[in-house]
């Protein structure tokens, strides 16, 4: 077996919402009253408290920029980078500066209505089993793990669940690959958006694929396509890679 590197850090966000159903039963994605797809990406760093000073200098460069200045404001003061709210001038800049950092990108789609039953009825394990979908590989590359999910709740019993569904996954996967040592050290973390700067750039990445596939546009993945090391698009089965773009 190769020697591995000492840790990594994957930071996991989602674009997108896993929910299917109301409460009373009804569709909300063939009412249009939620997503078609869930979108997660994965963030991975060896060194998170050089990614967030990085990421924390960008913030202040950006609030220091008189072309910028009319932004800022009591309303919106860029406490944290967030996809959907910032705007378009910001999440441009934000985009080509993701280019430049020492992280990898990796994503997995999830078409909602192409999901196993089970899953289209429990949004909480469809986000569990496609998150693992997403780690069960990446977690077995460096001798500590420690991932950090995007999660404004703090219940603990939704914490373990999600962490449940996880390891279900990487288990099963770790038993198929024996190849894989099983001593590796894996932690996991919850975590608000705002409060670390791997999350906030796993929100952009989500975001830029999301578009893609929600609504055709692809004007924000094209600025960061080339961090992007693999996309899976797990109900159809399909594969996009750089080498394969989607």
């Avoid at 996991?12 to 159903?21: A, I, R």
């Avoid at 894989?180 to 791997?198: E, F, I, K, W």
């Avoid at 578009?211 to 698009?233: A, H, M, P």
Wanted: aromatic share 10%; hydrophobic share 35%.
């Amino acid at each position: 077996m190769k020697e591995l590197l000492p840790q990594q850090f994957i930071f996991l966000d989602e674009s997108g919402k896993p929910e299917v159903y109301s409460s009373g039963g009804i569709n909300l994605v063939e009412r249009g009253l939620a997503s078609k797809f869930l979108v997660l990406a994965a963030v991975r760093s060896n060194d998170h408290l050089e990614l967030r000073r990085i990421v924390g200098d960008f913030k202040t460069e950006l609030i220091g920029d008189p072309l910028l200045k009319k932004y800022f404001s009591t309303a919106y003061s860029l406490e944290a980078f967030h996809a959907t709210d910032d705007f378009p001038e910001i999440r441009e800049r934000f985009y080509r500066f993701l280019n430049d950092l020492d992280i990898r990108i990796d994503v997995v789609v999830v078409d909602k209505m192409k999901c196993y039953p089970a899953l289209r009825e429990n949004p909480g394990r469809m986000y569990g089993v496609m998150a693992g979908q997403l780690l069960r590989d990446l977690c077995h590359q460096t001798e500590r793990t420690e991932i950090i999910f995007s999660r404004k709740d703090s219940k603990l019993k939704l914490r373990r669940e999600l962490e449940t569904e996880v390891e279900c996954v990487r288990l099963d996967y770790l038993n198929k690959h024996p190849n894989l040592r099983a001593d590796l050290r894996l932690t996991y973390q919850h975590n608000p958006h705002y409060t670390h700067a791997g999350l906030q750039v796993a929100d952009y990445a989500a975001f830029a694929v999301f578009k893609v596939f929600e609504t055709g546009e692809d004007k924000w993945y094209r600025l960061v396509q080339g961090k992007i090391g693999r996309i899976q698009d797990v109900c159809n089965k399909k594969y996009f890679t750089k080498s394969n773009p989607l």
